[in-house]
């Protein structure tokens, strides 16, 4: 569905659809909506005993393998903020850095463009991604990153989380905001990701990361 059509789908809605919550692009996956916008900052059974067994050996094996993988810190950021915040992860860690992006156009008023992302949000509306992870198969850690709005990550995140094999890998995802902190973004978000996804607790920053705190959350990690 490109933007027009879901624009279109969204103004048939009635009140009480829109405002009964936000809803989350994932399978299975609901956000709760919130007041104001923030600045930025899914197995069968009957297997035998032996058969589940060999499973879960192999699927250890293979998250063991992906954890040992190199890491990336991959961001979306509107006017900056989150991706200053990346960049600076990316230089403690040595990391990779990626932008994920959308074909998507977006307002360049930044009222415009959170009234934007309230819509997305309560259609559940993901924008499709404009870019692509190359190798995504050699990490194994992802610090994801993006600003707050309306309590949770915009939908382009869950298009990211949905486009890609989180089997096995780390995500920790982070953000920047101007007070809302974090809200439901890791309820939300995790719904997205293969069972065995390791999910760590998101941090949020506010008005940018001081640089001995970002250090400090960083080796808190303990990766």
């Not at 990153?145 to 990550?153: F, M, N, T």
């Amino acid at each position: 569905m490109d933007r027009r059509t879901f624009v279109l789908g969204a103004a048939g809605l009635g009140a009480a659809a829109l405002a009964g919550g936000v809803l989350a692009g994932c399978a299975g996956a609901g956000a709760a909506g919130g007041a104001s916008a923030g600045s930025e900052g899914a197995a069968g059974g009957g297997a035998n005993a032996a058969g589940a067994a060999a499973s879960s050996a192999g699927n250890d094996e293979a998250a063991a393998s992906s954890a040992s993988g190199k890491a990336l810190v991959a961001v979306f950021s509107y006017t900056g903020n989150t991706l200053s915040v990346a960049e600076r992860i990316r230089e403690e860690t040595g990391a990779d850095l990626f932008r994920v992006e959308t074909s998507d156009e977006w307002p360049e008023d930044y009222q415009a463009m959170t009234a934007q992302v309230q819509e997305e949000l309560e259609g559940g509306y993901l924008p499709p991604l404009a870019t692509t992870v190359p190798n995504w198969d050699e990490y194994g850690v992802v610090y994801l990153g993006s600003p707050i709005w309306w309590y949770v990550a915009p939908t382009i995140i869950n298009t990211f989380l949905e486009a890609y094999d989180f089997s096995g890998k780390t995500v920790i995802p982070f953000a920047t905001s101007g007070g809302s902190g974090m809200g439901k973004t890791d309820d939300v978000l995790r719904k997205c990701c293969a069972p065995d996804t390791r999910w760590k607790p998101g941090r949020c920053f506010y008005g940018g990361a001081d640089a001995a705190a970002l250090r400090a959350w960083v080796e808190g990690l303990g990766l």
